[in-house]
């Protein structure tokens, strides 16, 4: 039996109807669902890992494909996760993790792959990075457009900040809630690092940000600032 034959075994036999109807009805029924929640299905990925682990790059990309193409919801969850566990061969997967991105649907799986999957496989190159990210926030697919936004969310102090803040201002226009969002949330994040820039940015762009998305980048941003030592500012 393959890993993803037990995968899909053990989530039929973890099945649990009413549980799949609130998921799918949470999830706008943008595909069935099995009713397995997250810690369970991890527990199961660890044990059908165990035995049947993933040892080469083909087998780790066939695995991965496999599952997020799969009929069922908890199989997408289970193609980032099993994508995400592997870690020695997440660095080769970029070709692979833009695939899968074209073929996102919804939040829910858009979120981890950008920033877990496309942020990890870009990191440390920075012009790759900005190659990626002027592709895809010109994009014609909305979830491509919000993983702009969102690939560098866990770089902290390793963030190309004017990257960020040029992609912020072109996709500002829009009206999508996804993207007026993700805008204030990668600002936000950023704030973690760099409270004083956020707020600078906020107050310089106040009128090309969307009201949610100013109050969604200035969540503590205050506090932060203050707490802040003087000598770690950067210069803007």
Not at 68 to 85: C, I, N, Q, S, V
Not at 130 to 152: C, F, K, N, S
Not at 188 to 208: D, L, S
Request: with cysteine.
């Amino acid at each position: 039996m393959t890993l993803v034959a037990a995968l899909r075994r053990a989530l039929d036999e973890h099945a649990d109807p009413a549980i799949a109807a609130g998921q799918a009805a949470y999830m706008q029924n943008i595909q069935p669902f099995r009713g397995v929640k997250t810690p369970e299905r991890r527990a199961l990925l660890r044990a059908c890992l165990a035995a049947h682990p993933v040892t080469d790059y083909e087998s780790y990309r066939a695995g991965v494909r496999e599952l997020w193409r799969g009929k069922f919801r908890e199989e997408r969850y289970l193609a980032l996760d099993l994508a995400a566990r592997l870690k020695p061969f997440r660095r080769d997967a970029l070709p692979l993790f833009e695939e899968m991105l074209a073929e996102t649907d919804w939040w829910d799986v858009l979120d981890p792959l950008a920033t877990d999957l496309l942020g990890g496989a870009l990191r440390g190159q920075p012009a790759m990075l900005a190659a990626r990210v002027r592709t895809w926030r010109d994009d014609d697919h909305l979830w491509t457009r919000r993983a702009a936004l969102l690939v560098q969310l866990k770089y902290r102090q390793d963030t190309d900040r004017e990257l960020l803040a040029e992609t912020i201002l072109q996709l500002a226009p829009e009206k999508e809630f996804f993207i007026r969002k993700a805008i204030g949330w990668a600002l936000r994040e950023y704030a973690k690092t760099e409270p004083r820039w956020v707020k600078a940015f906020v107050a310089e762009h106040e009128n090309e940000l969307s009201a949610l998305s100013r109050r969604e980048a200035l969540k503590h941003v205050d506090g932060r600032a203050q707490r802040m030592p003087r000598a770690s500012r950067t210069s803007s």
